[in-house]
């Protein structure tokens, strides 16, 4: 019996030598960074903001590759796919979310394919309107008198922008308006709103506010509980009287869940270093984005969290996609 448990004690200090060297060794060959959204894009411009630094600190090339398509859905199936130890992804928070629950036929399952490496950025929403909308407590007001007459324009069924409006109406009572989505992207919804086809709409910072500050376009509120840092100067919708409603975009690191885990803590051990240094954290917000640098069990939270959250709505309202 001795001798035994000798052995299973040999063997497994002999198992965490070699998980260790495997770390220590890792990265032997370029790193690919698998990107669902075009260059360009937010999740493009985050991802080679990262790549240099990351690339410094593992010693090998980091790679973006763009693989657009089914909103980053398709890249994420590739890197829940991969098997060559180097292909990592960086997701926005409806491929770890929603998504499993919209499209019947996803090729991945977030809860199992996937490694959670580190929440990277996040973003709040700011729920806009017309130029000539009231201001506060008074458009939502306006908004529950108005009742389904008013619509929200989105950029597709599913959307954050169609969901997160389906939330902000579940939270408050009288808020009626009617989805009209947009294949044109937020640049039609924009337009949308400007004309008064729509009355109200989510959007992230870097489309509402150039439309706000030029006068064009209302900032209601910003969809977080305190005011965001990236524009401090839009209210809470708190201050307007909608309580405890907080919604965020974000994008994550993820890696395939075959990846071992030393790899896995060596690779979220530099990506938190580098995002918690002032020159990156000042890029990014320059781009529209909070760097947070979330530990991976911090990041499994909030996807836990969040996919309860909106999957409340989506089987409330039935909504599926192809």
């Not at 039609?188 to 376009?217: E, N, R």
Request: proline fraction near 8%.
């Amino acid at each position: 019996m001795q001798r035994h448990t000798f052995v299973m004690a040999a063997a497994a200090a002999a198992l965490a030598v070699s998980l260790g060297a495997q770390a220590q060794d890792w990265p032997t060959q370029p790193v690919k960074l698998v990107v669902g959204f075009p260059g360009g894009s937010t999740p493009d411009m985050v991802a080679r903001t990262l790549s240099e630094p990351l690339s410094k600190m593992l010693g090998q090339p980091v790679i973006v590759e763009n693989k657009p398509g089914a909103g980053g859905n398709i890249a994420a199936a590739t890197v829940a796919k991969a098997t060559d130890g180097h292909t990592l992804g960086i997701v926005i928070n409806g491929n770890l979310t929603s998504s499993p629950m919209l499209y019947p036929s996803l090729a991945y399952d977030p809860a199992k394919d996937f490694s959670n490496l580190c929440l990277l950025t996040t973003a709040p929403l700011i729920l806009v309107a017309p130029a000539d909308a009231p201001e506060g407590a008074a458009f939502f007001k306006k908004a529950e008198e108005e009742g389904d007459r008013w619509n929200y324009g989105s950029v597709g069924v599913g959307s954050v922008s169609h969901l997160g409006m389906e939330l902000l109406k579940s939270e408050v009572s009288g808020l009626k308006p009617m989805q009209v989505p947009y294949t044109g992207g937020n640049p039609a919804v924009v337009t949308a709103l400007i004309s008064g086809q729509v009355q109200m709409g989510l959007m992230p910072p870097g489309t509402a506010m150039p439309q706000v500050k030029a006068g064009k376009l209302k900032a209601v509120g910003v969809t977080t509980t305190e005011r965001s840092p990236l524009v401090p100067d839009v209210p809470t919708l708190a201050e307007a009287g909608v309580k405890d409603f907080t919604l965020e975009v974000w994008d994550a690191l993820v890696g395939p869940a075959s990846l071992p885990a030393p790899v896995q803590k060596k690779i979220s051990d530099s990506v938190i270093q580098i995002l918690h240094t002032p020159e990156i954290q000042k890029k990014l917000l320059a781009q529209g984005w909070k760097a947070v640098g979330s530990t991976p069990d911090e990041m499994k939270a909030r996807v836990q969290k969040e996919t309860a959250l909106l999957g409340n709505i989506i089987r409330s309202q039935n909504i599926k996609l192809q």
